[in-house]
């Protein structure tokens, strides 16, 4: 039962890809406005999150079909395949910062993605006199590609998780079965040694005895 359990549980950390330390982490976006959504879009490389390394990307948003300059338009992002999807996050629209930045927060433990948070603000004025074509884009409702600023933060997580606690659990049960056997085998033998020298001893007095009854007899 705990072999099959522990079986399961490597199967399921199986799902998780390995990288090394500036991989890219395989990427995509998708879309929605106009009560619409696109399909997934592989990002390029260049705008992929690299493993372990914190950076700034300018993500191209090709015109939108059939968009009307007063729909919201929100983005959706995936990490590691499908395996890390955050929410839909507004870029345009009522409400939306102008423009805006997306902060992705990336968790690693050792050499696996765990965990992907997002959050959408404005982007900083220090930024923005730097870079004031992409507030140019952003507020000019006819100009497409805009630009989408992405930047990924990394975090480590400590390296003792849950499966490593389970195999300390396993090992601790498998050492209490082996003592539980090794002491039972002992008992038993120990229980058997006892009925080999009852027999022994039922031989050694019933020779005795057959001796004594031999030894009455001769008398
Ligand atoms: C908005 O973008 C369009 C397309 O790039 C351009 O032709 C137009 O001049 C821009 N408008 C302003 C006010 O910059």
């Given at each position: 039962m705990s072999l099959l359990l522990?079986?399961?549980?490597?199967?399921?950390?199986?799902?998780?890809?390995?990288?090394?330390?500036?991989?890219?982490?395989?990427?995509?976006?998708?879309?929605?406005?106009?009560?619409?959504?696109?399909?997934?879009?592989?990002?390029?490389?260049?705008?992929?999150?690299?493993?372990?390394?914190?950076?700034?990307?300018?993500?191209?948003?090709?015109?939108?079909?059939?968009?009307?300059?007063?729909?919201?338009?929100?983005?959706?992002?995936?990490?590691?395949?499908d395996r890390l999807v955050t929410p839909w996050l507004k870029l345009m629209g009522k409400g939306a910062p102008n423009p805006p930045i997306v902060h992705i927060f990336l968790k690693r433990r050792g050499e696996v993605l765990k965990k992907a948070k997002a959050e959408v603000h404005q982007v900083s004025q220090a930024y923005l006199y730097a870079h004031h074509q992409l507030l140019d884009e952003f507020r000019n409702a006819t100009h497409w590609p805009k630009h989408l600023l992405v930047q990924y933060s990394w975090q480590a997580e400590q390296e003792v998780d849950a499966l490593s606690g389970l195999y300390v659990v396993f090992a601790i049960c498998l050492l209490a079965f082996l003592v539980t056997a090794v002491s039972t085998l002992l008992s038993y033998e120990a229980k058997l040694k006892a009925f080999m020298a009852d027999i022994a001893g039922e031989d050694f007095t019933a020779s005795g005895s057959s001796a004594a009854a031999a030894a009455v007899k001769g008398d």
């Open positions: 522990l079986g399961l549980l490597l199967l399921l950390s199986g799902a998780a890809a390995n990288f090394h330390e500036g991989d890219f982490v395989p990427s995509a976006r998708r879309a929605q406005f106009g009560g619409s959504r696109t399909h997934w879009h592989d990002l390029l490389g260049r705008h992929c999150p690299r493993f372990g390394e914190d950076h700034v990307v300018a993500i191209p948003l090709p015109e939108p079909k059939g968009f009307m300059t007063a729909d919201r338009y929100k983005i959706q992002f995936t990490f590691d395949g």
